[in-house]
């Protein structure tokens, strides 16, 4: 059972296809956490500075933007919000890109498309 699971935990998902947004949206909301999307980086940045979440969840393929450049960006905001713990989310889940998002400062990756259950896992590590 998951509902509840991530009771109160504010999330910001950023993707750039709206269905895996609205899929992750609904999810971590039906497990309690408080989930806010954005579809690119930049919209992103804004979100984050605006709802302080306590987790981001990111693509990395992006247009314009891409995780990791969104990564550095946050990295650069700590002062202002403080350390924010991040999972990478991407179709590109070979060990080479496992070590990469984890140089760029995400604390975990998980390989679209998502396991829902390993996701509430991965979270609950994360931000505990």
């Not at 806010?36 to 306590?54: C, F, H, M, Y």
């Not at 998502?114 to 896992?121: F, H, P």
């Amino acid at each position: 059972m998951l509902e509840n699971r991530l009771s109160n935990i504010k999330v910001v998902v950023v993707d750039d296809h709206a269905d895996t947004r609205n899929l992750l949206r609904f999810f971590l909301q039906h497990c309690g956490a408080k989930a806010t999307v954005a579809s690119n980086g930049q919209e992103a940045l804004e979100v984050i500075k605006k709802v302080r979440p306590d987790l981001l969840i990111s693509d990395i393929a992006m247009p314009q933007m891409d995780g990791y450049e969104l990564m550095q960006n946050v990295q650069e905001l700590e002062k202002e919000i403080g350390s924010l713990p991040s999972i990478a989310c991407s179709a590109y889940a070979r060990a080479e890109d496992r070590a990469r998002t984890r140089e760029a400062g995400f604390q975990a990756h998980i390989q679209k498309p998502v396991d829902l259950d390993r996701l509430v896992t991965i979270i609950l590590k994360v931000v505990t």
